[in-house]
């Protein structure tokens, strides 16, 4: 089953996936990617818009 997004609903912003199977896909590929804190520890550079702990 097919669902429509009203009009009014429509996100502003671009989407990460166009569909459930994207969706999916994408987070089985998150799941490997390291956190912050790990990206931290290796001597690696977090994104700053994602780096909430307090500095």
């Known amino acids: ?3 429509e ?3 009014n609903l429509k996100p502003m ?3 990460m996936v166009q ?3 994207e969706m999916k896909e994408n987070g ?7 956190t912050n804190k790990e990206l931290k520890e ?3 550079q ?3 818009k994602q780096d909430t702990e307090p500095k």
Not at 28 to 34: A, G, I
């Open 1 to 3: 089953m097919k669902r």
């Open 5 to 7: 997004m009203k009009e």
């Open 13 to 15: 912003n671009g989407t």
């Open 19 to 21: 569909n459930f199977k």
């Open 28 to 34: 089985k590929v998150m799941e490997s990617m390291d």
């Open 42 to 44: 290796k001597g690696k």
């Open 46 to 48: 977090p994104d700053p």
